[in-house]
């Protein structure tokens, strides 16, 4: 029966096919560009630039505090699966028991690919900003039901407006045409990027081993 091959085992085959006189395939130039580009963009987008104009169009949390990434984060989150939760409960007849019709801390941790205990901790910093209340679930008391608050609605147009302005902005000079292209190739490439593990942390390893190794 077939089995994985690990990232390790992948190097160390990759390095005795070069010890042995293989040489390693051609770079393909257009990737290259794409890894660059892909590079550049998230220099780009990791300067705060739009926590601060959100902060700038919004109140803080009580006492002044300011706005976080993460909060953001999970106010995204749960607007999203509030209006999933919403198209749920179109459905005739839902058994209260099967329907996701609430907003849970669970649902906010799977939505944000992260453990129980970290969507936790960062729901928890969202309600101290005054962005998320909770109540308890009507159909289980063990757990909490999270919707925004008008402060997080608040945050999550501002965020919106922004993003449309700014996208807006970088493609001034684009057809229709172009703009519909692009959005349907970089929503295959987002949907094949999360299909996939991603190379981080075994392909730095890796980066690194065959780095020595040559």
């Given at each position: 029966?077939?089995?994985?091959?690990?990232?390790?085992?992948?190097?160390?085959?990759?390095?005795?096919?070069?010890?042995?006189?293989?040489?390693?395939?051609?770079?393909?130039?257009?990737?290259?560009?794409?890894?660059?580009?892909?590079?550049?963009?998230?220099?780009?987008?990791?300067?705060?630039?739009?926590?601060?104009?959100?902060?700038?169009?919004?109140?803080?949390?009580?006492?002044?505090?300011?706005?976080?990434?993460?909060?953001?984060?999970?106010?995204?989150?749960?607007?999203?699966?509030?209006?999933?939760?919403?198209?749920?409960?179109?459905?005739?007849?839902?058994?209260?028991?099967?329907?996701?019709?609430?907003?849970?801390?669970?649902?906010?941790?799977?939505?944000?690919?992260?453990?129980?205990?970290?969507?936790?901790?960062?729901?928890?910093?969202?309600?101290?900003?005054?962005?998320?209340?909770?109540?308890?679930?009507?159909?289980?008391?063990?757990?909490?039901?999270?919707?925004?608050?008008?402060?997080?609605?608040?945050?999550?147009?501002?965020?919106?407006?922004?993003?449309?302005?700014?996208?807006?902005?970088?493609?001034?000079?684009?057809?229709?045409?172009?703009?519909?292209?692009?959005?349907?190739?970089?929503?295959?490439?987002a949907d094949a990027a999360?299909?996939?593990?991603?190379?981080?942390?075994?392909?730095?390893?890796?980066?690194?081993?065959?780095a020595g190794a040559e």
């Amino acid at each position: 029966m077939a089995t994985e091959t690990s990232a390790t085992e992948r190097s160390t085959e990759r390095s005795t096919e070069r010890s042995a006189g293989h040489p390693p395939p051609e770079a393909d130039p257009v990737l290259a560009e794409i890894g660059v580009a892909l590079f550049h963009l998230r220099r780009v987008w990791a300067k705060p630039d739009l926590m601060k104009r959100i902060r700038a169009q919004t109140s803080g949390g009580p006492g002044g505090r300011p706005l976080q990434i993460s909060n953001l984060m999970v106010v995204n989150a749960i607007a999203a699966l509030t209006a999933e939760a919403g198209e749920e409960r179109k459905r005739p007849a839902p058994d209260e028991a099967d329907c996701a019709c609430e907003v849970t801390v669970g649902a906010v941790a799977e939505r944000l690919e992260v453990d129980p205990s970290t969507a936790s901790r960062l729901v928890g910093h969202a309600i101290d900003a005054g962005l998320v209340s909770r109540r308890p679930s009507p159909v289980d008391a063990r757990r909490a039901n999270l919707g925004l608050t008008p402060a997080g609605r608040r945050v999550k147009q501002v965020s919106e407006r922004f993003r449309r302005a700014y996208l807006d902005e970088l493609m001034a000079g684009w057809s229709e045409g172009e703009r519909s292209e692009f959005a349907r190739l970089l929503t295959r490439f987002a949907d094949a990027a999360a299909a996939r593990a991603p190379m981080y942390p075994d392909g730095i390893d890796q980066i690194f081993e065959e780095a020595g190794a040559e």
